[in-house]
């Protein structure tokens, strides 16, 4: 009997990984194995480190991503990569497995990966933040009939991984896991860009709750992260922050505060106001923020104030809906349909809306409203709601 049961639980893990696999393999190959869109861009950066080049060389990373690519809905383009690698080193070192194969298999298991890392994120957060059965169908598909997860499989972006990363954080967090939390938070740093406020303020809160083995642990994952890439090419740190003026040139076409501010109010100056007024209007509204609700505020805040995001990244706004959702439970006749109403109005309505309105317009400046009022709302459902039942 025991030999039976044991064996019960290796078989639903192989059933799971061929069925993402088979997804994987489905989604690739209808995008063509990513060979024109972001994929492609994390690929060949793992790809020059197993070949002992330098991503951030633009001379290489040209030849190696430039040209015309085939893309399945606009025929041949070119790649979505920019003149450099665009991420911090220690990405394409963790990524460096995928290098070693041939692309179609790279983009096969990546996708695998990536959907099998964002539906263990959307379950990891819906635990964390204690949703009701009733809420979870609707959850769901928030999640998986979004915006930015669509783009997702479209486009082979990392954000899959980096939900996956943020529900095992939020689940360390909320069962006391903290080795598991400390390495999840650490891990962000995949894309450190899209959580420029979620790690220091995380890791800043843990410190001060004492929670040491949170702290060690992500600063020694965070040390060796550091380590590897340094040991490979000791300058790497200096060639990406050199890449801050040519991020700061596309500014103005992305869906942040500075894209925003540079698009409709005319100077990218105007960002820093936006910044100001949306962090300040959360915190003024927050109320009893615990670790968790702090996770869910400074999400959608980090997506406001970054340099440098797309509304594909815009999936990691699932935390601060599972948040609104778990809460929903304790709120109480008329704010509870009014929560519902503006949670699928921000989660769903607004950004396929917007999407449409960014083909017309030639960027997507104006869908920095998602995480903005997304972050408010949030930290309305602090004040207008407990924290504990």
């Given at each position: 009997m025991s030999l039976a049961l044991a064996r019960r639980p290796a078989a639903s893990i192989i059933a799971?990984?061929?069925?993402?696999?088979?997804?994987?393999?489905?989604?690739?190959?209808?995008?063509?194995?990513?060979?024109?869109?972001?994929?492609?861009?994390?690929?060949?950066?793992?790809?020059?480190?197993?070949?002992?080049?330098?991503?951030?060389?633009?001379?290489?990373?040209?030849?190696?991503?430039?040209?015309?690519?085939?893309?399945?809905?606009?025929?041949?383009?070119?790649?979505?990569?920019?003149?450099?690698?665009?991420?911090?080193?220690?990405?394409?070192?963790?990524m460096l497995p995928l290098g070693l194969l041939p692309i179609e298999a790279?983009?096969?298991?990546?996708?695998?990966?990536?959907?099998?890392?964002?539906?263990?994120?959307?379950?990891?957060?819906?635990?964390?933040y204690g949703g009701a059965r009733r809420h979870a169908a609707?959850?769901?598909?928030?999640?998986?009939?979004?915006?930015?997860?669509?783009?997702?499989?479209?486009?082979?972006?990392?954000?899959?991984?980096?939900?996956?990363?943020?529900?095992?954080?939020?689940?360390?967090?909320?069962?006391?896991?903290?080795?598991?939390?400390?390495?999840?938070?650490?891990?962000?740093?995949?894309?450190?860009?899209?959580?420029?406020?979620?790690?220091?303020?995380?890791?800043?809160?843990?410190?001060?709750?004492?929670?040491?083995?949170?702290?060690?642990?992500?600063?020694?994952?965070?040390?060796?992260m550091l380590a590897l890439p340094l040991l490979i090419r000791p300058a790497w740190p200096l060639e990406w922050l050199g890449q801050a003026g040519q991020r700061a040139k596309i500014a103005s076409l992305l869906p942040t505060a500075w894209g925003f501010s540079a698009d409709v109010l005319g100077s990218v100056a105007w960002g820093a106001a936006i910044?100001?007024?949306?962090?300040?209007?959360?915190?003024f509204l927050a109320k009893r923020v615990d670790a968790l609700?702090?996770?869910?505020?400074?999400?959608?805040?980090?997506?406001?104030?970054?340099?440098?995001?797309?509304?594909?990244?815009?999936?990691?706004?699932?935390?601060?809906?599972?948040f609104v959702l778990g809460r929903l439970a304790r709120a109480r006749g008329a704010a509870s349909v009014a929560l519902v109403a503006c949670l699928v109005a921000v989660a769903s309505l607004l950004p396929w809306l917007l999407y449409a309105v960014a083909f017309a317009r030639g960027n997507e400046t104006l869908s920095m409203v998602i995480p903005a009022t997304t972050a408010v709302l949030a930290a309305a459902v602090t004040r207008m709601t407990p924290s504990k039942t």
């Open positions: 799971i990984a061929a069925l993402l696999l088979v997804v994987g393999l489905v989604a690739a190959r209808a995008n063509l194995w990513y060979d024109a869109t972001d994929f492609s861009c994390l690929y060949h950066a793992a790809r020059s480190v197993a070949l002992g080049r330098d991503p951030y060389d633009p001379v290489w990373w040209v030849g190696a991503t430039g040209g015309l690519h085939a893309n399945p809905w606009l025929g041949m383009v070119e790649s979505s990569c920019f003149a450099q690698y665009a991420y911090p080193l220690w990405t394409a070192v963790l790279a983009a096969t298991l990546w996708m695998a990966v990536s959907i099998g890392a964002a539906t263990f994120g959307a379950w990891a957060l819906w635990r964390a609707l959850f769901v598909a928030l999640v998986f009939m979004s915006q930015p997860f669509w783009v997702l499989l479209i486009s082979g972006q990392v954000t899959g991984v980096m939900l996956g990363l943020l529900g095992a954080l939020a689940l360390g967090l909320a069962r006391s896991r903290e080795g598991s939390a400390g390495s999840a938070l650490a891990l962000l740093a995949l894309k450190p860009q899209i959580v420029v406020l979620t790690l220091p303020a995380m890791l800043v809160r843990a410190a001060a709750e004492r929670r040491t083995r949170l702290v060690v642990t992500a600063i020694g994952v965070g040390a060796v910044c100001v007024v949306v962090v300040g209007a959360s915190a609700s702090l996770l869910a505020l400074t999400v959608p805040l980090s997506l406001v104030v970054t340099l440098h995001a797309w509304s594909y990244d815009f999936l990691l706004l699932a935390a601060p809906w599972a």
